[in-house]
């Protein structure tokens, strides 16, 4: 990017808070947001999801149809960060050692050698999950809420940042194993792309062509591992007030069929655990740092819930024969549960 956007992007930030200019981490940080965005189309929402992600040490779940940028957010994201990026492009026939990594036998030196898998970065791209069979999608999750892996009986530690970031393409897709309901809330966020309305389509259009015509735009920063390290610490110091932790708990709590919404008790088979709580929590912290806030206030919470809760409540049967879905049942909470 230029040097004059990248300017204009800082004073972005300075007026949203004086104290930003004191944070050099959080002026990179907004670089990197705009370097993104220079290359997403109308995906201002995806990319803020995406440096949550990076912000709180959480793995994404991206979902939409095919051809929506998915795979060129990751990688745009990658080429934005000074970590270690690989991506694993998922078919039925994957194997968990294809991530994880093998041991093998070296006779010249006698002894067994781990070859670490494409785990071993501190980015993952894992590309239509739901087209890896079930034994892959298990070593996957496990791998990502233990943060290590065990192949062969030894235990390998996986690198500190890791960030795994999937793809899917909507669950009804034929050809795809959906990731187990109790496993979807090792994801921080999972976030639903839809398609461009015709003005963003339209710019869809020149950007690409000039890409294919020109060079592509590059992005104007790298971070650092250390840069990384340093906004999260940052961003976890975010102040929630009380008032403001008792609004998540009684958000979650109404999911569970509490007083605010005794009516969906019939609706719900598996509410919202602590750790779709705590996920919400983060979640907004790294949203107010990111808005150059030095605490959370509840737009953050309200913007993100959807994305942090909707996948980890089951509906019954019966809520979703009827054309309820997850989301649907998050904002009508919003409408209902409020702040103070
Ligand atoms: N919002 C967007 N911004 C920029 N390019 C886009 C956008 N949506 C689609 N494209 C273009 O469409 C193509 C498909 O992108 P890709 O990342 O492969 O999609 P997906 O992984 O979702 O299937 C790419 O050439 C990409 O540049
Ligand atoms: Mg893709």
Known sequence: MARGAEQTAVRGIVGADSRASDDPVRTRLHALRTGLEAGLIGASGLVERLLIGLLTGGHLLIEGAPGLAKTRAVKRLADGLDTGFARIQCTPDLMPADLTGTTVWRPDGGRFEFLAGPLFHSLVLVDEVNRAPPKVQSA????????????????HPLPDPFMVVATQNPIEHAGTFPLPEAQLDRFLLHVVVEMPDEASERRILDLVEGEMTEEATPMPVRLT????????????????SPALKDFLVRLVAATRGGPAAADLRGAIEHPVSPRGTLALMLAGKARAYLHGRDHVVPDDVMALAGDALAHRLALTWRAAAEGQTARAVVAGLLDRVHPL
């Open 140 to 155: 996957l999750l496990e791998a990502m809420a233990e943060g290590q892996v065990t192949v062969a009986g030894i235990t």
């Open 225 to 240: 591992v250390e840069e990384l390290r340093a906004a999260r610490a940052a961003a976890l110091k975010t102040h929630v």
